[in-house]
């Protein structure tokens, strides 16, 4: 919630069903901003979605409220399915999601937020995502709620790859398990699945690694889906549920499709400018991955990719304003040594090459200095 010239008003959240035991309620109070964690009943829950859709202020709630309207979220891909593994779920269980949001945008609070008694709060949009479990700027939740009801009968769990096949493991928490037929596709050729090893393992064999699948857990009494995943391998951002026996096998399929919005190729670190500044683009575009150690030919030549890493940290540091949180992996492909810089979407925008003071932002496979349009965009957000 957000305080405003006396008056407080309901900015975004989540109202997320669970079945977790009553716990005691949080209230955060820094002054301007106001975080609440509150558990109750379905039936209030469905009250105070009612009182929000029909632009009344819920009862127990000190807040003015907006006018929302109902919508499907933007990230779900079916009314029907729900969003798959592979997307933006709200829920760790296939969940029915929908929107109550205004469309108007509203500026948050400006950090740092500082209360004696209170956890410190520097940037006060990125703790309202964490306190609410939405990246807003994925989610585009600007001014809202988010409503969330899962299915706890079953999930996908994970789904690793291996030399020669693609294993999916659900997790159930259905008493007796639910009578199940599971379907999968890839590369859009329906392919067989048959049992695993275990309970709730099944086993898809593969010759290679496919570019994409689709995967359809159902119920058979029923015919209707539970839950589902929808993910291509080339992705660079790929789900937590993703695995691969092999590291380097997931970098194969991203060096394979070539440079890309996503993806950076880097032969060598040279004096680090041209580095830093694909550091400074992705971080202002929607993040990506640099691979050092591979050429513009997508030839992998490898690198010291410990001496390397430590470069790049004392370079973002240095070089980039303001710095840039990133994560590193050390991959061995046709025996040579190769450094993956993961960069996120920066959430101090713009983000800017300390040594000439250009923002850059990514546009297809190449960096350029952002538009005096962009650059408006970019301080918007």
């Known amino acids: 919630m957000r305080r405003h010239e006396g008056h407080t008003k309901f900015v975004r959240g989540t109202l997320v069903f669970t079945r977790e035991r009553k716990k005691p309620d949080q209230i955060l109070d820094y002054g301007e901003m106001v975080l609440m964690e509150r558990q109750i009943t379905c039936q209030d829950a469905l009250d105070f979605v009612k009182s929000l859709k029909d632009q009344k202020a819920p009862t127990g709630y000190d807040f003015d409220s907006l006018p929302m309207k ?4 933007s990230w779900t891909q079916s009314e029907s399915l729900g969003t798959p593994v592979g997307f933006h779920r709200l829920s760790a269980w296939p969940a029915a999601e929908f929107l109550l949001n205004t469309g108007v945008s509203t500026s948050d609070p400006r950090g740092p937020l500082v209360r ?16 609410i479990g ?9 001014t809202g ?33 639910v009578d199940l037929i599971i379907k999968a596709a890839l590369d859009d050729a329906e392919v067989d699945v048959v049992a695993g090893a275990s309970p709730n393992e099944y086993r ?9 699948f689709h995967l359809f857990v159902f119920d058979r009494s029923t015919g209707v889906v539970i839950d589902w995943a929808r993910v291509y391998l ?15 096998k997931r970098f194969e399929i991203l060096i394979a499709g070539g440079e890309t919005q996503e993806l950076e190729f880097k032969q060598e670190l040279d004096n ?43 370079w973002i540091e240095r070089r980039c304003d303001p710095p840039v949180t990133v994560s590193f992996d050390k991959v061995t492909l046709d025996d040579k040594r190769v450094l993956a810089i993961r960069v996120p979407k920066g959430i101090h925008s713009p ?11 990514r546009r297809g496979a190449t960096d350029r200095p952002a538009s005096r349009t962009e650059l408006q965009s970019l301080f918007k957000t």
């Open 272 to 314: 680090g400018f041209r580095l830093i500044q694909s550091v400074v683009a992705f971080a202002n575009t929607d993040g990506g991955i640099i691979l050092v150690g591979v050429d513009d030919n997508a030839k992998v030549v490898g690198t010291d990719v410990d001496s390397d890493a430590e470069k790049v940290k004392e």
């Open 351 to 361: 983000c800017q090459h300390r040594e000439n003071g250009v923002v850059y932002v």
């Open 116 to 131: 004696h008694n209170l956890p410190l709060v520097i940037t006060p949009s990125a703790r309202i995502d964490e306190w």
């Open 70 to 73: 109902f919508s499907i979220p």
């Open 145 to 177: 709620l988010a409503v969330v009801m899962p299915d706890f009968r079953l999930r996908i769990a994970k789904i690793r790859f291996e030399e020669t096949a693609m294993k999916v493991f659900l997790e159930t928490d259905a008493k007796p398990s």
């Open 134 to 142: 939405i990246t807003t700027n994925h989610h585009r939740l600007e």
């Open 234 to 248: 080339g992705w660079t951002d790929l789900p937590p549920e993703i695995e691969f026996s092999l590291p380097g």
């Open 204 to 212: 898809i064999e593969i010759e290679r690694l496919p570019s994409s």
